[in-house]
């Protein structure tokens, strides 16, 4: 599976923007798809998972309420409004599995698309 991410670019404190990844090759149905992220000196987080029959999804506690993940036969997409200056980082798509998260495997990794959010 070919993970091609796409949607970041620097806004304002308040706005929106749509992350989206567009996955090739080998089906990505089988597995659970989503988003981290990693900010400049930090670990690599969790942002959104959505598993691979769109029943379950996990969010991160700081992007609840704001982000909304989703997924079709194309790829996984990333919502995100009322967007942070702390938001700012490289987003990485994902497809993996595992539990509690989702994503505690992964399997294939995207390139980074950065967020960058001003105040």
């Known amino acids: 599976v070919q993970l091609q991410a796409s949607g970041g670019g620097l806004v304002q404190a308040g706005a929106s923007l749509r992350l989206s990844c567009v996955a090739s090759?080998?089906?990505?149905?089988?597995?659970?798809m989503g988003w981290f992220r990693q900010a400049p000196g930090k670990e690599r987080e969790i942002v959104a998972a959505?598993?691979?029959?769109?029943?379950n999804t996990n969010y991160a506690d700081s992007v609840k309420g704001r982000f909304t993940i989703s997924r079709d036969s194309a790829g996984v997409y990333l919502q995100m409004n009322s967007l942070k200056p702390e938001d700012t980082a490289v987003y990485y798509c994902?497809?993996?599995?595992?539990?509690?998260?989702?994503?505690?495997?992964?399997?294939?990794w995207g390139q980074g698309t950065q967020v960058t959010v001003s105040s």
């Open positions: 090759g080998r089906t990505s149905r089988n597995y659970n």
């Open positions: 959505i598993s691979w029959s769109l029943v």
């Open positions: 994902a497809a993996g599995s595992g539990a509690p998260y989702l994503l505690d495997t992964i399997n294939y």
